[in-house]
């Protein structure tokens, strides 16, 4: 049974970082587009990054451009987000998601972790 599950989120203070990650179990992950979506309250879920079964990765959000990075490791069948210099305007409910190709668009997935909250204080 495929599986996602997130872990690493949490309280930080603006300027702050966090490496989110995620454990696959039930398939290999090196054969799959892993991304990140996260949504805040009252907002529709939005695609953060994604990163291709060859390695190529995608920003979708410009305002973390330079500030969070995608990685994986396929050893660990885990894919990773690490967020530096957070702001307040960060903090939502982080989800990781596979395909077999990157899209920005949420319905283009159907394998979602339950998420990990991370609050930004200002």
């Known amino acids: 049974q495929l599986q996602l599950v997130e872990s690493g989120g949490g309280l930080v203070q603006s300027g702050g970082s966090l490496r989110l990650s995620c454990a696959a179990s039930g398939f290999a992950l090196r054969y799959y587009a892993i991304g990140w979506f996260r949504q805040a309250p009252g907002k529709e879920r939005e695609g953060v990054s994604c990163?291709?079964?060859?390695?190529?990765?995608?920003i979708y959000t410009d305002s973390v451009k330079g500030r969070f990075t995608i990685s994986r490791d396929n050893a660990k069948n885990t894919a990773y987000l690490q967020m530096n210099s957070l702001k307040p305007e960060d903090t939502a409910v982080y989800y990781c998601?596979?395909?077999?190709?990157?899209?920005?668009?949420?319905?283009?997935?159907?394998?979602w972790g339950q998420g990990t909250q991370v609050t930004v204080s200002s």
């Open positions: 998601v596979v395909d077999s190709h990157c899209s920005e668009y949420a319905a283009s997935y159907d394998y």
């Open positions: 990163l291709t079964s060859r390695g190529g990765s995608t």
